[in-house]
């Protein structure tokens, strides 16, 4: 429900009792992962998917109802070929859904309401919640901020809410919503709860070295994909507001400089499009010693050949080394710029989640998944 903070702000300031369903679970190709929400009002107004419209109709009327009853409730929802037009996933996937009411008077709708006001407030911020267990406590919400405090409370006793702390600060620090399966007396063997957590984090960095059109077209792309997206580039002719309107900051810095300056995490990417080496290698060599999440940089493969060179005898491991996309992207055949920006995205998500970059067409590989890990080589 994190994901709705703005379009609920209305309801927790204004007192007003709504309901929130959010994907709990999913399995095959169901089309939105946990976290995702639908929201209704006492007066029936709706923000918010869980499924892109599979099943909407069906969890607004959950909503009602537990508007009506003021009973949490989990439902699950999959593909039935019996019949084409029955409540189901087209897809051929399942979700699992919690539906959970926030009357005006809810100790939960505190808490509920104190997240999402850190959501807006761009502040790190987990929300747990009891997506199964005994009586009572389903639906159940604690909040766990960055610095481990918490508000709430699932209502299983002291062991278990610090137990729930402890997990959601840990989902909370790798920026992934999930799932987490405890005992009623909140030992971390799989038992009676499963906990719904919840994590919003500020939007993941990157960062784009080199002023030139390509960076222009990236900007924009990086953008699109929910990036805090950082200019930077030593020539102050170039490195101008003007040029990048749409850049979160636009930095005059030597490439290397900044990067040692600034702060990155595991979620950072840094795309190097300056394909001059006396730029292109002191950024790489900091980069590839960076836990960031995607290293890549510009270049023909004559260039590339030429920076590896030169990175080997500035001391680079062949171990750091095995880490840096380059040349830079997905083999599209893109020419342009905006195609060119198309690329090197695509192949950002493709590390990101785990994909192979490879046309759907033809294989049978799962369509989502996970990856981020940045410490598997470049083309492994």
Known sequence: MLDLADELRPLTDGGRAFAVATVVAVGGSAPRGPGAALAVDSEGTAVGSVSGGCVEGAVYDLCLRALQDGEAV???????????????????????????????????????????ARVRDGEPTALVRVARGPAGLLGRALLVRADGTSAGGIGGGRDLDRTAVAEARALLDAGRTGTVELSEDGSRCPGGVTLLVEVIMPPPRMIVFGAVDFAAALVRTGKLLGHHVTVCDARPVFATRAR?????????????????????????????????????????????????????????????????????????????????????????????????????????????????????????????????????????
């Open 74 to 116: 989990v439902e699950e929802f999959g593909y039935s070929d019996e019949d084409a037009f029955a409540v189901g996933l087209t897809c051929g996937g399942t979700l699992q859904i919690l539906v959970t009411p926030y009357a005006a008077d809810s100790p939960d709708r505190a808490v509920a309401a104190e997240a999402l």
């Open 244 to 380: 990048f309107p749409e850049a979160d900051e636009v930095v005059v810095d030597w490439p290397h400089r900044y990067l040692r300056s600034t702060v990155t995490d595991a979620r950072t990417v840094v795309c190097v499009l300056t394909h001059d080496a006396k730029f292109d290698v002191p950024v790489l060599e900091v980069a590839l010693r960076l836990p960031v999440a995607f290293v890549g940089a510009m270049g023909s493969r004559r260039t590339h050949d030429d920076r590896m060179r030169r990175l080997r005898a500035a001391g680079v491991t062949e171990a750091e080394l095995a880490l840096l996309h380059s040349p830079i992207g997905l083999d599209l055949g893109a020419r342009t710029p905006e195609e060119t920006a198309l690329s090197i995205a695509a192949e950002v998500v493709a590390v990101r989640r785990g994909g192979t970059g490879a046309s759907l067409t033809g294989t049978r590989v799962p369509i989502h998944r996970d990856g981020w890990d940045r410490r598997v080589p470049a083309g492994a």
